[in-house]
Structures are given as structure tokens and as C-alpha cells.
């Protein structure tokens, strides 16, 4: 799995390394991992979630107090509604395939029963 260092995300999310220490102390749930030396290394989920923060708090000027709270609540609340989305989507996909599996099968007992016994030469149109 990469890790990105503070250095890196400072680029990618042109954020400042100050406030990405800031927002660290500030906020419980950013936990970058550190390496034997000391250095902060943040995951994808990790870079994921302080891009969220900085849109909520930066773009959309909410503060960051502010932000933490509505990540705090889309991280605990909204993630299940998602979830049960997906689930209702994915059950959804698979009564399609289970659907479409009977309708493949009846199509071949058809064309099998309407077709006993003739070859594809007798209905080509050329006998």
C-alpha cells in the first residue's frame, strides 16, 4: 500500500506541512503513522479523509472545527447509508443476472423445442 509523506501531500492537496500538523493536533481522528524516525507518512484513506477536511474547511469555509464535526458525522452516519445502498444495488444486480439466467434458459428450451430435430441448413434460406 503507498504512503505519501507530509511532503508529498503538501503538494498534492496544496496545503500547507504547518496546517497539515495543526489539523493533526486539532483533530482526533487524523493519525498519520510515523516511520523509526519520526517522519509522518499518511495512507490513501488517510489523504482521502484530509482532502475532505481541507474542501470542507478550506473551499467551503466552514472552519475547521466546523468541518471535523460534519466529517465526524458523514464518517459515522452517511458511510452506512452508503453501504446500504450498495447492498440494495449489488442485491439488485444479482436478481438481474438470476433474471436474465432463467430467460437465456427458457430461450434455449424454445428454440430447441421449435427447432427439434431440424438443422440450421434446413432454415437458411438457401434450401
Known amino acids: 500500500m503507498p504512503y505519501l509523506s507530509i511532503g508529498q501531500l503538501e503538494k498534492l ?17 487524523l493519525t498519520p503513522m510515523r516511520t523509526k524516525s ?19 474547511a478550506l473551499d467551503r ?15 459515522l452516519y452517511e458511510d452506512q447509508d452508503y453501504r446500504a445502498d450498495i447492498k440494495a444495488l449489488r442485491d439488485g444486480i444479482l436478481f438481474l443476472m438470476q433474471e436474465n ?7 434455449r428450451d424454445f428454440k430447441k423445442e421449435l427447432f ?7 432454415f437458411d434460406g438457401f434450401h
Not at 439466467?101 to 430461450?107: I, L, S
Open 13 to 29: 492537496l496544496l496545503v500547507p506541512a504547518s496546517t497539515l500538523r495543526f489539523w493533526e493536533k486539532s483533530v482526533p481522528f
Open 38 to 56: 519520526g517522519r509522518r507518512t499518511y495512507s490513501l484513506s488517510e489523504v482521502a479523509l484530509i482532502a475532505r477536511l481541507k474542501h470542507l
Open 61 to 75: 469555509k466552514l472552519g475547521l472545527h466546523r468541518a471535523q464535526r460534519l466529517l465526524e458525522f458523514e464518517l
Open 101 to 107: 439466467e432463467h430467460w437465456q434458459q427458457a430461450y
Open 116 to 122: 427439434d430435430g431440424a438443422t440450421d441448413q434446413t
